[in-house]
């Protein structure tokens, strides 16, 4: 017999529940090994020093909580499997349902571009604009009382 299976049968050995060819098995290992027998010893050692100690009376209603404890997961057990089932199908419902299209939502415009978007009109005929301060202005006016432009001469 190998030491790992003498030792995995070491604890029901000792207390004399195992018979028949394992009993004798682990017998004949024990006589051999030295490792498993100071094993054996040391399990021996440890029940008789636990069967030194008082017994522990337990406190009222302990039972009872414990009981309370074991019967909980109980209940996990069939509400996990039902959660977990419920994730996927709405995991699918949004992998496999047609997506409609969103359609972004502009920002919001400060009041200085309403004010440019307003004015738009004005800004694209700031050349226009130039232009007619030019005329007003006295010294931008030809002999013949039109606008001179830059890059103009006076004829």
Not at 8 to 29: K, M, N, P, Y
Not at 33 to 59: H, K, V
Not at 76 to 87: E, G, N
Not at 125 to 138: C, P
């Amino acid at each position: 017999m190998e030491c790992r299976h003498a030792r995995q049968l070491l604890s029901e050995w000792t207390d004399g529940r195992v018979a028949g060819a394992l009993r004798l098995g682990v017998e004949e290992h024990l006589k051999e090994c030295g490792s498993c027998r100071r094993e054996e010893q040391e399990l021996r050692r440890t029940w008789e020093l636990l069967d030194n100690y008082p017994a522990i009376e337990p406190s009222p209603g302990f039972a009872a909580r414990i009981m309370a404890r074991v019967r909980r997961p109980l209940i996990l057990r069939f509400l996990a499997p039902i959660a977990a089932a419920a994730a996927v199908v709405v995991v699918s419902l949004l992998l496999f349902l047609p997506r409609t299209s969103v359609k972004p939502v502009p920002p919001q415009a400060t009041e200085e571009e309403r004010e440019l978007v307003e004015n738009l009109d004005l800004l694209e005929n700031l050349d226009t604009l130039a232009t007619l301060e030019m005329v007003a202005d006295e010294s931008a006016l030809g002999p013949d009382g039109k606008a001179i432009l830059e890059g103009e001469e006076h004829r």
